[in-house]
């Protein structure tokens, strides 16, 4: 269908799909297990406070975490106070970041209340200007062509020596009624980036009130494209769950890339998948369930070895249920056999050693429910 891989600014991705942010969740060991299985053009850490990487605090520290495999990264920064955000991006340059992203789309309290994430939507000229001192910064620490190579991973490429880029990623609008109305901000603020150097914008095409339910707005994100003209990609985003999601929003829209959060954390290999299915039509034969519970250990694994056990047991507590929604074949799921067993198993875990056990004894056919016995219904909270 005509898909090319995503070109942001100097750089040229290896395809056009993008591991959102999502706080909590796409740390720098789940980053890899999607990368692992490919199709990832670029992937972004959670929301970073500048004022904490600036500190050297070390939760902010263990949020930027990036190595030499999770190439190309993107670094999103939020924050209103221009700058302590030209500070953070420096920060984010001298750390390894190959794209720095403000966050203009982040609907929590915490962050809204002291006017960030999606807060700047209701205050322009503060988000416009907040960019513009950003791109200042990175102009003044360019890279040079040696500095480059080591950030962008083997499949992506630069044109040429000079600065890292700066996206940023909104929401269509505060308010559903300005967006119904027509009066949503996202493509004039789309525009006045593009006019201050910003190479690249993703919006979530919801609006702020939305915060993740409803129905995302294909026609809200089309608007942005229209009204850039090409001048800047537009990245759309929101409830692609699978490969034909990707192709549909890129149809509706006209958007250059796709950015994929939620989705991905029970499908690390919804990449893979989805470029395969946008550039030959052909998506790929499912992971077998001995790849999907190797993933599952190697993700614990990795979060062992960066951060400790402790940690390691909290995420994979809380992930198991994701995971699981793809773990069985879909006879089994059709047979109404579930992963109950599996879930409580590691949710119960004690250490290290016990997770490994109820995986290897998952691999062996056990810890399923029986027939009818148990249905994947729940939804995991993220
Ligand atoms: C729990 C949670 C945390 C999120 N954290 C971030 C974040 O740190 N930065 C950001 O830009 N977006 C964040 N998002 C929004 C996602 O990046 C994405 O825009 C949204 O989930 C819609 O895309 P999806 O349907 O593919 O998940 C978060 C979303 C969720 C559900």
Not at 72 to 88: K, N
Not at 91 to 105: L, R, S, Y
Request: with cysteine; proline share 5%.
């Amino acid at each position: 269908m005509g898909v090319s891989p995503l070109q942001l600014g100097p750089i040229r991705l290896e395809t056009s799909l993008l591991l959102a942010p999502i706080a909590g969740y796409c740390d720098l060991a789940f980053r890899t297990i999607c990368r692992e299985f490919g199709g990832v053009g670029l992937a972004c850490t959670d929301l970073l406070s500048p004022q904490g990487l600036l500190r050297g605090t070390a939760t902010s520290l263990d949020l930027a975490k990036t190595n030499a495999f999770d190439k190309p990264i993107g670094m999103q920064l939020y924050g209103s106070d221009p700058e302590i955000m030209a500070a953070g991006a420096r920060w984010a340059v001298e750390h390894g970041a190959t794209v720095v992203d403000i966050n203009m789309g982040c609907p929590v309290d915490k962050v809204t209340k002291k006017d960030g994430g999606s807060k700047l939507l209701t205050d322009l000229s503060r988000a416009v200007g907040i960019a513009a001192r950003v791109v200042k910064e990175l102009e003044s620490c360019a890279l040079t062509a040696g500095e480059w190579s080591a950030r962008l991973g083997a499949a992506s490429s630069v044109a040429a020596s000079g600065p890292v880029p700066l996206t940023c990623k909104m929401r269509l609008c505060w308010h559903d009624a300005d967006y119904h109305a027509g009066r949503a901000c996202s493509p004039h603020l789309a525009r006045m980036l593009a006019d201050v150097g910003v190479v690249g914008v993703t919006v979530h095409g919801r609006t702020t009130e939305m915060k993740f339910s409803g129905e995302v707005q294909l026609a809200g994100i089309a608007r942005v494209v229209d009204e850039v003209g090409g001048r800047i990609p537009v990245i759309g985003n929101g409830d692609v769950r699978t490969p034909q999601d990707a192709a549909r929003m890129i149809a509706a829209t006209g958007c250059s890339g796709v950015m994929i959060g939620r989705g991905a954390i029970s499908t690390p290999w919804l990449f893979r998948d989805a470029w395969s299915f946008l550039t030959t039509g052909q998506v790929p034969p499912e992971p077998s369930l001995d790849e999907k519970i190797a993933m599952i250990g190697r993700y614990f694994t990795l979060m062992r070895q960066q951060r400790d056990d402790r940690y390691a047991l909290m995420q994979i507590r809380r992930r198991i249920s994701w995971f699981a929604k793809r773990l069985l074949t879909d006879e089994e799921r059709a047979a109404r056999v579930g992963c109950k067993p599996l879930k409580e198993a590691i949710r119960t875990a004690a250490d290290a050693e016990a997770v490994f056990a109820s995986l290897d004894a998952f691999r062996c056919g056990g810890l399923r429910s029986a027939p009818g016995m148990d249905v994947e219904t729940e939804s995991p909270a993220v």
